[in-house]
């Protein structure tokens, strides 16, 4: 009786989650003559996808955006991971002094809303020159990716063994050596884990792309990706739909092909 | 391996090279120049804005020329400000229903999937919107809301009241419309943060429980939810500190309105900011913001921590 009533709720759920699911892909292939005569919900005649995202690219110049949001996601993690690592190197293999103290004020960054660092950045970048630059922007996304990365660093490397190091400086490794030939290859998967969420955040965010960002080159994905709403965008659902479709398959990609090492870095983000 | 550690004492008990003064000091300098690249960016990008912020909040700034002291104006304007009814009751039901809603619904998914042999298969549907980001989700559900869009559409098929109207343009059915818009896209993450709590749980009290004729809600209510305690404690308080900062969906679906009505505290930081250029009195709803999320998260913690029934293991 109960497993009936559970399974029968599942299936409602799978209905109604899936509906918005069908409605995406149905509206996103219509063509422009489709949208305008046929129902929301009918199969389109015909398949339209590509030319509705090329009038997405064409009007948001969503490609530059693209090329930009992939920089920004690549290069921000992929920074933040070795600063983290390096960070997680100097507590517990270097035994920095007063390493404790230092993790928390490093990790006690991530407690910050977004909402608390965007006024200053908007004036500070204008008066740097950052403003609207893709450099101001690797920055500070490096910036909050650093707290996470320090955090599952330094726990993944307090599992290694200390007898590891003093083995290492005995045999005369430098701890630059030791850091990059031991203890780096040794966190690959925290690494990539880390790497992903990272990665993830950056491509979905929205906030710092309104607001450090301005011309079509430097605008991220999602920020571009919003302005296609915008009432004088004049653009139609299945544009911005078509659109919306292809700035998640990168996403969508990584979610599929990593989704255990996605959950990982989860577990080990959220839960310690 | 083995060797390894067993190269430890012998090292400490023979202290061949260390010791010496200036060497020692090398190595401080080293771990410093390790961990200054992460201080430096985080001093730099996190709590000097952090603090300027704070300091922001004291002052009238719109940006341009410099801020002047106003002392707590900014503070007390905004609690005579008609908006604030409107927009911390449009937060809190963000913090209730992405409660109920998400996590709940996130919790009921795991469950009732996690020992079958289609687990990934029956969760996918869910976990599809949460490869989307805030934007995408809601651009689908500005579709499917907008005016003669596809809501409209099925209701008008049906018969049902509600066909010729958008539900985004009235309180609080605004709100309530973009909860459910961000439980479409929250059930998969949560479903998967319970996923990792349930297949790390423990096999005996499970099994004995078996033994004993424990079964489906028996089986929740006295052996998984007791087990699953902490776990959902860190969810939910993950969940409550997110959704007091609820920005993107708001900001693509409806900007906050029509006119306030659907805003919420971080739309309205963001309004006032960078809309009416209202700088200082933008950073006061920025820190008001972080002070509800941080009294909010304490006190969580605090009645997590003080409660009996909390299991660990």
Known sequence: ?272 | MTQLADAGPTLRTAPAKPTHPGRRLLDGVQAWLYISPAVLLVAALLYAPFVWTVYLSFTRYDGLGNPSWIGLKNYTTFFHDDVLWVTVSNTLMWVGGTIVLPVGLGLFVATVTYRSKRGSLLRLPFLIPYAISGAGVAVVWGFILQPHGALNDILSFLHLPGGHTSLLLYRPVNTIVMIVAATWQGVGVNALLFLVGLQSMPEAPLEAAKLDGASGWSMFRHIIWPLLRPLTAVVVGLSIVASLKTFDVVWVLTQGGPGRSSETLAVTMYRDTFVANEYGYGSAVAVLLTLIAAVASVTYLRTQLSSKRNVSW
């Open chain 1, 1 to 272: 009786m109960g497993k009936i009533l559970t399974r029968a709720v599942l299936a409602v759920m799978w209905v109604l989650w899936l509906i918005p699911v069908y409605l995406l892909i149905v509206n996103s292939v219509r063509s422009a003559n489709d949208y305008a005569t046929q129902s929301t919900w009918a199969i389109p005649h015909h398949f339209a996808l590509w030319s509705n995202f090329m009038a997405a690219y064409h009007t948001a110049g969503l490609g530059q955006s693209l090329v930009s949001t992939f920089l920004y996601a690549v290069v921000s993690p992929a920074v933040a991971v070795v600063i983290g690592a390096l960070a997680g190197f100097s507590i517990i293999a270097l035994r920095l002094k007063h390493g404790f103290a230092w993790f928390m004020l490093i990790f006690g960054g991530s407690i910050f809303p977004i909402q608390m660092l965007i006024i200053p950045l908007f004036v500070g970048y204008a008066d740097a020159n950052l403003y609207d630059h893709r450099l101001g922007l690797i920055l500070v996304y490096t910036a909050v990716s650093v707290p996470l990365a320090a955090f599952i660093m330094r726990n993944f490397f307090t599992g290694i063994s200390y007898s590891i190091y003093e083995a290492a400086v005995v045999d005369g490794a430098s701890a630059w050596r030791i850091f990059s030939r031991i203890y780096l290859p040794l966190a690959t998967t925290a690494l990539a884990a880390i790497f992903i969420l990272e990665f993830t955040f950056i491509w979905n965010d929205l906030l710092f792309g309104l607001t450090l960002t301005q011309t079509e080159t430097v605008r991220p994905v999602m920020t571009a990706l919003s302005s296609l709403l915008s009432a004088y965008a004049g653009t139609t659902y299945n544009v911005v739909l078509a659109a919306m479709l292809f700035v998640s398959l990168p996403t969508m990609l990584v979610f599929l092909c990593a989704q255990r090492l996605f959950t990982r870095g989860l577990a080990l983000g959220q839960t310690g």
